[in-house]
């Protein structure tokens, strides 16, 4: 079957869905395709003098496709250009006897003597600069009007036109070859010669852009350019890949979010959501992804379960014995949200037994991150050993005589605990782990809406072992990625992306939740080592700096959105201004936060730290409105 094969230095599926329908066929004059016929219009002659923003007269006619290619011209061909125009200018000045010509003349030599100072004592640098109209309608016919029509419409502001003749082929290749290529094809056209001031200010600060290369459309800036952003570029300014969104009921912070994950979702990343509200729903759905309710109700993370989630740095490798360690370290933590009264004690205790048990039970230290799911002890089978440890004979409730009383008071403690764990939250934490393999999965999301409603203590438990298996499954894609990279098999944009976006996340992060806040920290530290970014969304700016009385978890919290490169801030209540000014010192300006508390929906400020702000309108498409499904 090996005739059959054939090896492509292209992408040929790719060129098949981009190609023009029905073929394409070169003429003098136009460019005749299956659907309709094209032709490009070049600016081959400009005014001596132009105004400020003149390139924006140029590129604002309706109906085409503007380009304009701009290159530098060498310095010393620039010179000698200038030098024989000189030339032929004092030539034809003394060869001339009409009064008019002859001031023409010196006034182009004056022109070209003040060019050639500004380039020789000024570093003035000449630009090649090209543009072309391409044009299209449905019929020849209509082509030549389109045509007829913005010729005359530069004509009107001083420049000339025309459609080079046998050339639409090689203008029409000029649309995927930058100017140096160019130069390469057939025809061996040059740009007009334009001094860089001049081009300069044919469009200067005209508008606000973001056009990440790796980007998708978020909206429009208020100066009307394009916002283009990609959360995973990665340049000199922009060297993480977290965000933080903020903004009140009815800003567009739900379809901030939703379109973030859209884009992600359509560039094969991979995307993990704590939906609190369940809003992602249809969205989830509708990109193919899977919903597990975090409740126990089709599924479970058994907490006993060791994933791998420390990483060499230098060899990429797992590291066993740190992940058992930090393993220990999160039942230890998961333990004292179940018992908050637990004294340092009773826990240094629960950990030596769950040290014994593994070993009881047959978890090799050494490769404790390599066993199948249904191979790790659950719940239940440890409870059984500490009764155990406790009891000599359970049936007859015989307690072992060699207990000191305070050993005796601490395992009752953690039976207890451990037993009503089992009893009234066995769907969350007894039994080996049932969601299914979630790391071939693009798209999960984990609905919390059914936990919100139980105790604090296991919301924050089940939240912090839904957190260790998702930096595990960022690690698990993480590291054959970082290796390719490492190796140069592929490039920054090639790598997968891991993306875990935190709805409502004042839910999650707050001064009852420490342990969380500081595991997020960590995950935020090293999640872009592994191309991986997080998005926290909040209403407010005060959940970012709550009003608590403990310094070191106000710091915690703080520490957590400071890490945040990118902050997309929406509509704000009037009092949190001063708020704003004192977080974002230096970075807003007090026209800016004015601004904000009398923003509408889908107004945004784009925060970059080390880069600019962007203040733009979030703009969806018929179709995402009606994915998105925001609220009343």
Known sequence: MGIFKRDYNYNPYFFNKIQPVGGIKFNPRSIAKGDGYEACLRIYDFPTSVDEFWLGKLIDIKDVTVTIDVETENRSKALQSLNSAISENVDRANSLKNNIDII?????????????????????????????????????????????????????LGYRGAVFLNEQEYEWKSLFLSAGEQKYL????????????????????????????TGMFMGTSITGGNVIFDLFTKNEQRKSYNALAIGVMGSGKSTLLKKLSNNNAIVNNTLRILDITGEFKDLVNELEGKIVALDGSNGMINPLQIFATMINENTNEVQVEQSYMQHMSKVSMIYNFLSPEATQEEIREFE???????????????????????????????????????????????IRKNLSDFRKKRLESIMLTTDNAIRNYGKLFDGHSSIEDLTKEQVVSFEIRTLTGVDKRIFNAQIFNVLSMLWNNALTQGLPEKKAFDEGKKTVEEAKKYLLLLDESHRIINSNNILAVDYLINFEREARKYFGGLIFATQSIRDVVPDVSNSEVFEKIRTLFELTQYKFIMQQDNNTKGL???????????????????????????????????????EISDREKYLFKGGA
């Open 104 to 156: 023409e003349a010196n006034n182009a030599t004056s022109i070209l003597m003040g060019l050639v100072n500004d380039i020789t004592s000024r570093d003035e640098v000449i630009k090649l600069v090209t543009i072309r109209y391409y044009l299209s309608a449905k019929t020849e016919i209509d082509l030549e009007e389109k045509i007829k029509q913005v010729l005359t419409k530069l004509e009107g």
């Open 352 to 398: 030596r037994l769950l040290h014994d048990f593994y070993i009881i039970y047959g978890i090799e230290r050494e490769k404790a991150t390599s066993y199948k799911a249904e191979e790790y002890p659950t719940l239940s089978e440890f409870l059984n050993y500490i009764k155990g440890v406790f009891y000599e004979d359970e049936e007859k409730a015989s």
């Open 580 to 618: 704003l000014s004192e977080i974002f010192s230096g970075q807003l300006t007090d026209t800016e936060i004015n601004a904000i508390p009398n923003f509408s929906t889908g107004d945004c400020i784009l925060v970059i730290n080390g880069d600019k702000n962007i203040r733009f309108n979030i």
């Open 186 to 213: 057939r025809n061996k056209r040059s740009g007009h010669p334009v001094p860089s001031i001049s081009l300069g200010a044919g469009y200067p600060f005209h508008y606000v852009e973001l056009n990440d290369p």
